[in-house]
């Protein structure tokens, strides 16, 4: 099997690992009875708001899931898009490839997921987990973020994520120090995370847009160290 096919499943096998735990997660209060009886599937991947911080309500995303999904791990995007009037004229940016300005840490998300949240009935709320996600990868402090947000709205977050390290044209618009699995901060955010007990989910390019003629995708190596448990590539 090639280095490149093995980076392919390396990605592959941490979604189905995500999956498998949002499956398998269970419900204290017995409120998973309000899922539908046989979904088609449960959505591990599920942002509901835009990088300017936009979206729809979590009981429109119900609304439009109907009964084929069961439960869903629901998130904004830790990042905005900055509207830079020097940079984009009367052209407000509502996506990232829409502008050349920077994109900053939004922390404002977590409070605005978990006040959503909060205003669905008990039934809603057991087919919905919310994470955590606005925090800086880079930052040491990240850490101290998550267990504040965990304590200002307890009961409410299920995790962290999803956030990038590796992002296709993201990573390098993104103001201040660039995200890496070799970061010390995120080796923080893991531990916290491993020691609370909740799940994360991170996006994390396997290579960078034009590779050239490497045999190796870039960030394989990082992927495994970071995981402990991927077999690094032959
Ligand atoms: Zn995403």
């Given at each position: 099997?090639?280095?490149r096919?093995?980076?392919?499943?390396?990605?592959i096998?941490?979604?189905?690992?995500?999956?498998?735990?949002?499956q398998?997660?269970?419900?204290?209060?017995?409120?998973?009875?309000?899922?539908?009886?046989?979904?088609?599937?449960?959505?591990?991947?599920?942002?509901?708001?835009?990088?300017?911080?936009?979206?729809?309500?979590?009981?429109?995303?119900?609304?439009?899931?109907?009964?084929?999904v069961?439960?869903?791990?629901?998130?904004?995007?830790?990042?905005q898009?900055?509207?830079?009037?020097?940079?984009?004229?009367?052209?407000?940016?509502?996506?990232?490839?829409?502008?050349?300005?920077?994109?900053?840490?939004?922390?404002?998300?977590?409070?605005?997921?978990a006040m959503?949240?909060?205003?669905?009935?008990?039934?809603?709320?057991a087919?919905?987990?919310p994470?955590?996600?606005g925090?800086?990868?880079?930052?040491?402090?990240?850490?101290?973020?998550?267990?504040?947000?965990?304590?200002?709205?307890?009961?409410?977050?299920?995790?962290i994520?999803?956030?990038?390290?590796?992002?296709?044209?993201?990573?390098?618009?993104?103001?201040?120090?660039?995200?890496?699995?070799r970061?010390?901060a995120?080796?923080?955010?893991?531990?916290?995370?491993?020691?609370?007990?909740?799940?994360?989910?991170?996006?994390?390019?396997?290579?960078?847009?034009?590779?050239?003629?490497?045999?190796?995708?870039?960030?394989?190596?990082?992927?495994?160290?970071?995981?402990?448990?991927?077999?690094?590539?032959?």
């Amino acid at each position: 099997m090639s280095a490149r096919a093995w980076g392919g499943l390396a990605c592959i096998g941490l979604l189905a690992g995500f999956a498998q735990i949002a499956q398998g997660a269970d419900r204290s209060d017995g409120t998973e009875n309000a899922v539908a009886d046989k979904p088609l599937f449960n959505d591990v991947h599920f942002h509901l708001s835009s990088y300017v911080q936009r979206g729809i309500t979590p009981s429109q995303y119900l609304e439009m899931a109907g009964d084929r999904v069961g439960r869903v791990a629901m998130f904004g995007i830790p990042l905005q898009q900055k509207w830079d009037p020097f940079v984009s004229g009367e052209r407000a940016p509502d996506y990232y490839l829409r502008s050349d300005a920077a994109l900053y840490y939004y922390s404002f998300v977590d409070a605005a997921i978990a006040m959503a949240y909060r205003s669905l009935t008990e039934a809603q709320k057991a087919r919905i987990d919310p994470m955590i996600t606005g925090f800086n990868p880079t930052d040491m402090y990240a850490a101290d973020h998550i267990r504040r947000v965990l304590l200002t709205f307890p009961g409410v977050f299920a995790g962290i994520g999803e956030f990038s390290v590796h992002k296709e044209f993201v990573s390098s618009k993104v103001t201040g120090h660039t995200a890496s699995l070799r970061n010390p901060a995120l080796g923080r955010i893991l531990e916290a995370v491993a020691e609370i007990g909740l799940v994360a989910i991170l996006h994390c390019d396997i290579d960078v847009v034009r590779p050239g003629a490497v045999n190796v995708p870039r960030t394989t190596m990082n992927c495994c160290a970071c995981s402990g448990r991927i077999p690094p590539p032959q």
